[in-house]
Every structure is written in C-alpha cells, then in structure tokens.
C-alpha cells in the first residue's frame, strides 16, 4: 500500500559503529525544562522548574536546557530567577532554545544577561516535508534562514563579552532530511561560527521524530561526523524521541556512531512518546562497568520530583525505576533468587538471576525483590520467612507450609503480605 513507504537504509560498507561497545560515558544534557516542559498539559510554574533544576543538579547534570524564554514568559521568568539568585553552580551550563530568527534571538540573550556561561541553542527545521509543505523554501532558502540566525548568534555574542558562549545548532528535523542537505545546512552555520578559532560549538542532530530503526540513525549520525567541517573541534550531540519506542536504543547505538553528547530527559518525558530516557541510558551503562557520572542512587526521589512537577505517574514496570522491575513473583523465580542472593557478598562480581542490576545501587530494597502471590513457590516463601522473621524450616515442611500461603493467595485473589505469612505459619504450626 501506498499510504507509509519503507525509510531508506544508508548505504554504508565502511560503517565502524557495529564493533564497538560504549566504554566511556558520553556528556549529559537534560532538557526536561525545556521540551519535557513543552510536551505537559499543564506546563511548570516558575517554582516548580527551580524544584526540578535543584534535582538535575543535584543528579550531576552539567548541562541543563532550561527553556525557551523567547516564547514563553514564565521561561524567560525561570531564566532571570537562575542567574539573578546565582542558582547555578560554577560547573553547570545552563542553555536556551531559540528559533533562528532575529527578535527570539535578541530576546533569549536579553533573558542570558549576566549569566557566567550559556548555551544559545539555535535550530530550524530541514526536513523535505517541512521544506516543501511547511516554510516553501528551497534549501538555499532554508540554509539562509540557519546562517542569518548563525551570524545574529555571534552579534550578540560580541556585544555581551562577560558571559561565556557556547553555540549549539539542531537541524531540525534531521531524521526527516536527506543527508546531503542536513551537511549542508549545517556546514554553512559552521563555517560562520568557526570553532576552530576557539569557540565551542555543539551540533545536536535531533530524531526530532524517530522514523527509522535505530541502525540507520547511528549510520546517519556516523555519516554526518564524516562530512561536517572541523569534526575534531564539534561536540556530536544527538537528542533522539521515542515514536517507535527506540529511542534510548538509538541514542546508544549513535553514540557507538560517534555521538559524544546525549539530549534527553529524566525517565523520558517530552513530545509525544518522549524523549529518549537517560535514566535508562545511564543506568545501562553502569550495568555495563561503565561510570555514568550521575548519582542515581535515590531514584525514589528521582521519580518522585518528577511526578510532582510533570504530574505524570510512573509506569510499574519503567526500566529501573518502576515499582515492580525488580520484583519477582513466579515460583522458579523466586528460588533462583534467593539460591543466587545467598551465595552473594558485598564486592563480588554481580551475577544474580533475574536481577540485571543490584536494586540497592538505586536506593532500592530487596524487600521488594520477592513478592508472593498466587503464583509464588515455596521459594519465595522460604524467603521471606528467613529474610523478614529468622524462621527456617526443615525440608519436610517446605511444600506443606507453601501449600498452606498458595491457598491463602489463591482464596483471597491478591497478594500476601509478610506479617501474613507470619500469620498463617503461627496458625500452621503453633496453635494447638
Ligand atoms: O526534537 C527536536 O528536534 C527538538 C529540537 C528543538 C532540538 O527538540
Ligand atoms: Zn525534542
């Protein structure tokens, strides 16, 4: 049918990504204050969007997108708070979003005035549907538009020397745009802003809608490392969305691709589907020995700020953070578990069926890790009594006493608390 037509793979014999592996942790960005925002039905309040900038700090972010004042009061309102009440730390950039024209422009440096450093974050659209349907450019129409924002960047740049500048510009729409116009495009803003001469540019390559599988997104992006001017002095960022569900994949496979910087949000709030979730990222890495450089040992906090300034619950079963990834209620589960944590002392190598990481490398108890239902064996049982009441039972009384709990379950169709299993066992085997 003719209605969706297959994305087209890139051609690429001498692609590297597929025989790497992520051995070092690339540079953060949040930008839950600014597309997070931008995606809520109720956007955050000023006090709110300092509640959650305190969060990301206190995570490790050094760079945190926190608005786009030029079209929002509130933001722009954020933006003074922050460098007004000196709200950011010596180590952390703050950065904007601004479209590439001159008056959002002008006032997003009017919102940066006295900040110690920013990020001017520039972008339009590039896209041959956006080109064609929405602005009815050509590309020399579109690449104009991205050089006069470019060149308006540097400007005001000049005129306000006591900050530190750091210029970022985001294709827009890249994943929609044939390669030879993103590189385009984009050269030409480098060639304006030349950061061989010093200055620190960052070209973000947005999956502003992810439209491919997530190979061919690494392959754009290695592609796009090959062809910009001055790759070595470019920071690669790529800031992927999560309309086909890949998008925290597509960030890591870029990055395999040559990405140095990832753009995302704190459990993947953001347009549509979201953005791509670096606490997932993050967290797969560190599962792989590899330092994230973000704390998120409190991830109950973590989840917990988030859902107060979004209003958007947690799903239970979120990667890492959600109520039951760590939970195991089938009987074959649960004994393997408890055979593994047995065996287990602080400082080994973590090798504990079922569990991809130790829960309490986020804050997390194992308390959580065995929950009995209906569908729980005598492991579990076993467990619990151990773990929560000393109790060990011989080996005779194992399959009776967890007969005893699986009816229980099954009678009152939900689970079972421990002080009930502490119940049933006294009124087992102890009454008389
Ligand atoms: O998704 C997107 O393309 C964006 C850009 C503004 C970077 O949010
Ligand atoms: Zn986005």
Not at 10 to 26: A, C, L, N
Not at 61 to 88: H, T, W
Not at 211 to 223: C, I, K, L, R
Not at 342 to 352: F, N
Request: proline share 5%; glycine share 6%.
């Amino acid at each position: 049918h003719r209605k969706y037509v297959p994305f087209t793979p890139i051609h690429r014999p001498q692609r590297r990504w597929p025989d790497q592996v992520i051995t070092e942790s690339p540079r953060w960005c949040a930008v839950d204050l600014r597309d997070g925002n931008q995606a809520l039905v109720k956007p955050m309040t000023v006090a709110q969007k300092t509640v959650l900038f305190q969060l990301l700090v206190d995570v490790g972010f050094k760079e945190i997108e926190v608005g786009f004042p030029a079209a929002s009061q509130p933001d722009y309102d954020f933006v003074r708070k922050l460098i007004e009440e000196n709200l950011v730390p010596d180590d952390v950039t703050i950065q904007v979003l601004t479209q590439a024209r001159e008056e959002l422009i002008a006032r997003s440096f009017e919102a940066l005035k006295g900040a110690r450093k920013a990020n001017v974050h520039l972008y339009n659209s590039t896209s041959r549907v956006q080109r064609e349907k929405v602005f009815r450019l050509d590309v020399d129409g579109i690449k104009a538009i991205a050089v006069a924002g470019a060149e308006a960047l540097v400007r005001h740049a000049q005129a306000n020397p006591a900050t530190e500048w750091v210029f970022q510009y985001s294709p827009e729409s890249f994943t929609g745009t044939e390669l030879e116009v993103a590189a385009e495009v984009t050269n030409a803003v480098i060639d304006v802003w030349q950061p061989q001469n010093g200055q620190e540019v960052v070209i973000n390559l947005p999956a502003t809608v992810e439209m491919s599988t997530p190979n061919v997104f690494a392959d754009m992006v290695e592609w796009m490392g090959e062809h910009l001017h001055h790759r070595e002095h470019l920071c690669i960022s790529v800031h992927t969305h999560n309309d086909r569900g890949c998008g925290v994949a597509a960030a890591e496979l870029a990055v395999m691709g040559g990405a140095d910087r990832v753009e995302g949000t704190l459990m993947g709030n953001g347009e549509r589907t979201g953005n791509m979730d670096i606490v997932t990222m993050a967290m797969n890495l560190y599962s792989q020995g590899v330092d994230p450089l973000l704390d998120l040992s409190d991830v109950k906090r973590i989840a917990e700020t988030v859902e107060s300034v979004t209003e958007i619950s947690t799903h239970p079963r979120h990667p890492y953070v959600g109520e039951l990834v760590f939970t195991a209620f089938s009987g074959s589960h649960q004994d393997a578990i408890r055979k593994c944590l047995s065996t287990y002392s602080e400082g080994d190598k973590w090798e504990i069926a079922y569990l991809p990481i130790d829960p309490r490398d986020l804050g997390r108890r194992y308390e959580e890790v065995v929950r009995i239902n209906s569908q729980s064996g005598k492991g579990g049982v076993l467990y619990v009594l151990e773990r929560d009441f000393g109790i060990t039972l011989p080996r005779w009384l194992q399959i009776e006493f967890s007969r005893v709990v699986q009816g229980f379950a099954e009678n009152e169709e939900r689970e079972v608390q421990t002080d009930e299993i502490h119940g049933l066992f006294e009124r087992h085997f102890l009454s008389v």
